[in-house]
């Protein structure tokens, strides 16, 4: 069964990524995005979310960006992570997923994939960043520091490039988990791509789940780690 969701998730990227590429829309919207994850996928206002149930985190999830999303700081951040499991997530995984007990004196931050300072200028949308739809156990001075400058970056490149798409991901250990079973990953990634005239440029990162800094890695290296195919 696992294989079968894996396999799915590698054709639907690139359906997704192929599809983008023929789109030259700007910038991108997640509608184009959205049909070849139903499966899989929770949806929010602001990004999507491909859920990986084995281990109670997202395999990754995937936004665009622009200006207007974190020009203002409009929003009153309000951290509240749910302590049962939400219907939308519940319709995929079943009850089988992570709430705020499994992070208790766990040592781990609660990661943001999508990260809520993206998102301040807009109070619900800034909110829906805290669900577990959009977080991953993530090393404390990571969380803090280095992956925080990163996503300062990634908002940097926003404007720079009026606008640009966000996967980012988690590649997970196979035997570290907290609480009830819920997945340490031992890498978090980030892939940033944007259009420059008729040409689709990319950058992406990845950083291993401790007091590190995140580093710049080639997109076929990348997908050779995550076993994931972002067709590029």
């Given amino acids: 069964m696992r294989k079968k969701v894996v396999l799915k998730l590698f054709i639907s990227i690139n359906i997704c990524i192929f599809s983008y590429l023929n789109t030259l829309a700007d910038p991108i919207a997640l509608s184009d995005w959205q049909q070849p994850y139903a499966e899989n996928a929770v949806f929010f206002s602001n990004y999507t979310s491909v859920l990986n149930c084995t281990k109670k985190t997202p395999y990754y999830v995937f936004y665009d960006l622009t ?45 943001h994939l999508a990260p809520a300072s993206d998102f301040r200028s807009f109070q619900n949308k800034e909110n829906e960043t805290f669900s577990f739809a959009n977080a991953a156990p993530q090393n404390k001075i990571l969380n803090r520091t280095t992956w925080e400058q990163l996503e300062k970056y990634e908002r940097k490149l926003a404007v720079e490039h009026n606008g640009i798409t966000v996967i980012t991901g988690v590649i997970q250990s196979n ?9 340490v990953p031992d890498y978090f990634y980030k892939i940033i791509f944007w259009k420059e005239n008729s040409e689709t440029k990319n950058v992406a990162f990845i950083a291993p ?5 995140p580093k710049e890695i080639d997109i076929k290296e990348l997908e050779s780690l995550a076993g994931l195919n972002f067709g590029f």
């Avoid at 951040?77 to 089988?96: A, E, F, L, Q, T």
């Avoid at 789940?209 to 800094?213: F, H, L, P, Q, V």
């Fill in 175 to 183: 035997n570290n988990y907290i609480g009830n079973y819920v997945g």
């Fill in 67 to 111: 200006l207007n999303d974190f020009s203002q700081n409009a929003s009153d951040r309000k951290d509240k992570w749910p302590y049962n499991v939400p219907s939308n997530i519940r319709n995929i995984c079943g009850n089988n997923y992570a709430t705020s007990k499994d992070y208790t004196r766990s040592g781990f931050d609660r990661g």
């Fill in 209 to 213: 789940n401790t007091a590190s800094t």
